[in-house]
């Protein structure tokens, strides 16, 4: 345990499972409060468990984050759980790949809703108590295809790039009032959802010059960075783990 983000709370959405769950646990070890939201209230639970167990304090807020008024509504929760945030981390997403010529509106929609429009509401919702408060800071999760253009990933891509522009004009908009808003690009990683890509992903990954696929960890501890102190000059940044696949 580490008291850098102590009297901090944090509110972490997706945060049952993979990249989400190492980042509550890395935060919440670093001494901030952690409020765990996700769509499944069992393994949030056993998240805020592991926290506890470890030392730390957290709470389950449960989401599913399905339209504007459900990401208001988690704001307001988390807030009247924790008494308030001074970190989000936006980083709840769906990613499914294919082709676009099969891609249905439904698809469209529910990727945009849930990795842009969420994201949107809850910044809505939290950045202004933060700016009052002269501080606080916003992390957004992002991925490397949208940096670049890869068969098969147009939806997924698409929105994350909103997120990456919408980083930046939050950055513009809340850094004067103390917010800091950053992102970080996580390459291929190895979670419970990418389990099922098999090879795919270590071939994925072969194109970084590090050559493997990243570990939750990796990307939790790029997030704990810009979420301290230590990032005090960072505003607006897209930091890349990626493994390196930005350089080639």
Do not use: C
């Not at 008291?3 to 919440?28: C, D, F, N, Q, R």
């Not at 992102?183 to 190895?190: E, F, K, L, N, Q």
Request: glycine letters at 12%.
């Amino acid at each position: 345990m580490s008291s850098e983000l102590s009297g901090k709370t944090a509110l972490v959405t997706g945060a049952t499972s993979g990249i989400g769950k190492a980042i509550a646990v890395t935060l919440a070890g670093r001494g901030a409060k952690v409020v765990v939201s996700g769509r499944d209230e069992k393994r949030g639970e056993q998240v805020v468990a592991a926290i506890r167990d470890m030392g730390g304090q957290a709470v389950f807020v449960g989401s599913d984050l399905h339209d504007a008024a459900t990401a208001r509504s988690l704001a307001a929760r988390a807030t009247q759980a924790a008494g308030h945030i001074d970190i989000l981390v936006n980083n709840a997403g769906i990613y499914p790949f294919g082709p676009t010529s099969q891609t249905t509106e439904d698809d469209f929609d529910d990727v945009f809703t849930l990795n842009v429009k969420a994201p949107y509401f809850l910044v809505a919702e939290l950045a202004p108590e933060m700016a009052k408060r002269g501080d606080g800071a916003i992390i957004n999760i992002s991925t490397m295809v949208a940096e670049f253009g890869a068969d098969g990933m147009s939806l997924y891509g698409s929105s994350k790039a909103a997120l990456v522009l919408l980083t930046k004009s939050w950055a513009a908009e809340y850094g004067p009032s103390g917010v800091r808003v950053n992102a970080v690009s996580p390459g291929p990683t190895r979670t419970e959802g990418t389990a099922g890509m098999g090879d795919a992903l270590d071939q994925l990954a072969a194109a970084g010059p590090a050559g493997r696929p990243g570990s939750v960890d990796e990307i939790a501890e790029a997030v704990a960075f810009l979420a301290s102190d230590r990032s005090s000059f960072v505003h607006g940044a897209l930091l890349p783990v990626d493994g390196g696949r930005i350089a080639v």
